[in-house]
């Protein structure tokens, strides 16, 4: 059984910081590609971030240089540090654990709620 839980979101003022984690059971996160998502309203899903389990990451042209992906192989635990917010940045974020370097699984959490906006 597969749980996500996506937590630390919340309303920030544009320039500011939030660091999201995700509580992963189920899934050993050491050895799948782990992704950050998020979707606006009105909006596609749109791929954030994402690191191999060898630990190279990627990022969204949108995000490059202000966030970072990370993961604590230990707790099991996935991390997306926010930096530099806009409001365009505005989303819900799901993490999960990808069947391939480009492919999401079926697996989602409930997501956490990012606004941006002053």
């Known amino acids: 059984q597969v749980q996500l839980v996506e937590s630390g979101g919340g309303l920030v003022q544009p320039g500011g910081s939030l660091r999201l984690s995700c509580a992963v059971s189920?899934?050993?996160?050491?050895?799948?590609?782990m992704g950050w998502f998020r979707q606006a309203p009105g909006k596609e899903r749109e791929l954030v971030a994402r690191?191999?389990?060898?630990?190279?990451?990627n990022y969204g042209d949108s995000v490059k240089d202000r966030f970072t992906i990370s993961r604590d192989n230990a707790k099991n635990t996935v991390y997306l540090q926010m930096n530099s917010l806009k409001p365009e940045d505005t989303a819900v974020y799901f993490c999960?654990?990808?069947?391939?370097?480009?492919?999401?699984?079926?697996?989602w959490g409930q997501g956490a709620q990012v606004a941006v906006s002053s």
């Open positions: 999960n654990p990808m069947g391939t370097w480009r492919t999401p699984s079926d697996y």
């Open positions: 690191i191999a389990s060898a630990g190279y990451t």
């Open positions: 189920g899934i050993n996160v050491s050895i799948v590609t």
